[in-house]
T-cell receptor, first 113, second 114 residues
């Protein structure tokens, strides 16, 4: 079962920042927070991940609370092409291989013109 | 190739028919995952390979589902005696080995069992 809780849907005006919350109150010390998104009829696409520090890349910013029990994905200037389902996932780090991603139902973000 | 390639993109099977779904991962990616995604749901994990070794098949829903990756590259997911509840999108993902690496997904194969 997914270890995260997300709102089922959100709307955002085009050009504004989209802030997508995620609760992961049972996260363990060796679990990263990952965000993926899935645009209609496509496979999921990696956005960003982090352990405890805030992270930023060309797509988004990830803000993780100090107690690591929640996080927020920020799309700074949402466009219509950002309309998608956004999944917040916590994932155990298990080198040298990988562990599977456990998806919940995600948040359906609708960007409105 | 540039990304993960899955074929066919669409498959219609009669109930009871066997099907084989193919995944070509990104060259050099050690890890390969299969997921099943029902309509309106998030993807659900089926099985995981590291090179040719199937390290986790805990998500396979029944013994009708079988996956292989004999040379550590291309993988095939086979479903025997398909049932209507097998109708879903089957997604393949690959990644490099190691901590916290991102997984790259294919576009999936949409299987419809009639």
């Amino acid at each position: 079962d997914a270890k995260t809780t997300q709102p089922p849907s959100m709307d955002c005006a085009e050009g504004r920042a989209a802030n997508l919350p995620c609760n992961h109150s049972t996260i363990s010390g060796n679990e990263y927070v990952y965000w993926y998104r899935q645009i209609h009829s496509q496979g999921p696409q990696y956005i960003i991940h982090g352990l405890k520090n805030n992270e930023t890349n060309e797509m988004a910013s990830l803000i993780i609370t100090e107690d690591r029990k929640s996080s927020t994905l920020i799309l700074p200037h949402a466009t219509l092409r950002d309309t998608a389902v956004y999944y917040c996932i916590v994932r155990v780090v298990s080198p040298p291989g990988n562990t599977p991603l456990v998806f919940g139902k995600g948040t359906r973000l609708s960007v409105i013109a | 190739g540039a990304g993960v390639s899955q074929s066919p993109r669409y498959k219609v099977a009669k109930r009871g028919q066997d099907v084989a779904l193919r995944c070509d991962p990104i060259s050099g990616h050690v890890s390969l995952f299969w997921y099943q995604q029902a309509l309106g749901q998030g993807p659900e994990f089926l099985t995981y390979f590291q090179n040719e070794a199937q390290l986790d098949k805990s998500g396979l829903p029944s013994d009708r589902f079988f996956a292989e990756r004999p040379e550590g590259s291309v993988s095939t997911l086979k479903i025997q005696r398909t049932q209507q509840e097998d109708s879903a999108v089957y997604l393949c993902a690959s990644s490099l080995a190691g901590e916290s690496t991102e997984a790259f997904f294919g576009q999936g194969t949409r299987l419809t069992v009639v």
